[in-house]
């Protein structure tokens, strides 16, 4: 176990059993996990959701990939059942695996039993994420019914009653969660990244972890600088599109800010795009033109 690990380890041991309202009394008190090691240098490590890439096949999107100077892939729902293919198809090829999809999980649910079962189901998801490898499992805790969904305060109360448990098979499948906040248009719940990193806090474990989005973040008028400043120690992915949703370069938004935060808490893991070319563009010429503005914003983003 490296020194980060053992931190973790030990900070979740030391606070085991001790709650308050749900929530681990010394969770704030919890020193920040990467706080604690010298911070290794920031990378841009360039990936893509798997649908965005042009191809056939999956061999002829991760050939495209490697053309555009990626060096990852997340990929979309029905990874759990492609396990051998994926990790054939990427073998020898230097493309990673980034995050994996799962979305919408009735964690919050009034419902205790609905809340675990769907537990249940991501735990299942984890294990399978476990064998597979990757960043983490990308999750959106919901409410079953469209009716029920909890705001800030309630839901996470209701979060704390499965989270601590879902962390702790994260981590024993070899896997993490990766929380993924949404602008209030999605969701009631979880709108901003300083939310999801409050959550990882109060679990304190390397299995509950959190991701921001440039096109959510931009929506909630986020600072980009600020929000992975405070996600420090939890951020394991980064989703990439324009204000538009479009690839980054194809409209206004600017990535430097958010860039300047990944390089202050050290950023390790991918940035990755979840977005669609602009109508009448291609993507062959289009998300070239993409990473290159992208690592020009990643080189003019000085700290
Ligand atoms: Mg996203």
Same mark, same amino acid.
């Given at each position: 176990m490296d020194r980060r690990g053992f931190i973790l380890g030990s900070v979740s041991g030391a606070v085991a059993g001790l709650s308050v309202g749900g929530f681990r009394a010394l969770a704030q008190e919890a020193p920040k996990p990467d706080a604690e090691t010298s911070k290794a240098k920031a990378v841009l490590k360039l990936c893509s959701r798997e649908n965005i890439i042009p191809g056939n096949s999956l061999a002829e999107k991760i050939e495209n990939m490697k053309k555009?100077?990626?060096?990852?892939?997340?990929?979309?729902?029905?990874? @759990? $059942? =492609? *396990?051998?293919?994926? =990790? #054939? #198809?990427?073998?020898?090829?230097? *493309?990673? *695996? $980034? !995050?994996? !999809?799962?979305?919408s999980c009735p964690l919050i649910d009034p419902d205790k039993a609905v809340r675990d079962e769907g537990a249940a189901k991501l735990k299942e998801m984890l294990s399978k !994420? $476990?064998?597979l490898g990757g960043t983490g499992v990308i999750v959106i805790p919901r409410a079953k019914a469209k009716d029920a969904q909890p705001g800030w305060d309630e839901g996470r109360k209701i979060l704390m009653d499965v989270l601590p448990a879902i962390g702790e098979h994260a981590v024993k499948a070899g896997s993490r969660i990766v929380f993924e906040p949404l602008n209030k248009g999605e969701t009631k719940f979880l709108?901003?990244? @300083?939310? #999801? #990193?409050?959550?990882? =806090? !109060?679990?304190?474990g390397p299995g509950v972890c959190l991701m921001g989005d440039f096109f959510h973040m931009a929506k909630e008028g986020e600072d980009d600088e600020k929000s992975f400043l405070a996600a420090d120690g939890y951020l394991h992915n980064v989703h990439l599109a324009s204000r538009g949703r479009f690839l980054p370069g194809q409209d206004d938004l600017s990535f430097v800010a958010g860039f300047r935060g990944l390089k202050k808490i050290g950023y390790q893991d991918y940035c990755s795009l979840e977005c669609k070319a602009a109508k009448g563009t291609d993507p062959m010429i289009e998300i070239p033109k993409s990473f290159a503005l992208l690592r020009k914003q990643w080189d003019e983003a000085i700290v």
């Open positions: 555009f100077g990626g060096v990852g892939m997340e990929f979309l729902h029905g990874w @759990d $059942g =492609k *396990i051998a293919e994926i =990790k #054939a #198809a990427l073998k020898g090829t230097g *493309i990673g *695996i $980034g !995050a994996l !999809a799962f979305g !994420a $476990g064998e709108n901003r990244v @300083d939310q #999801a #990193a409050e959550l990882c =806090k !109060a679990v304190a």
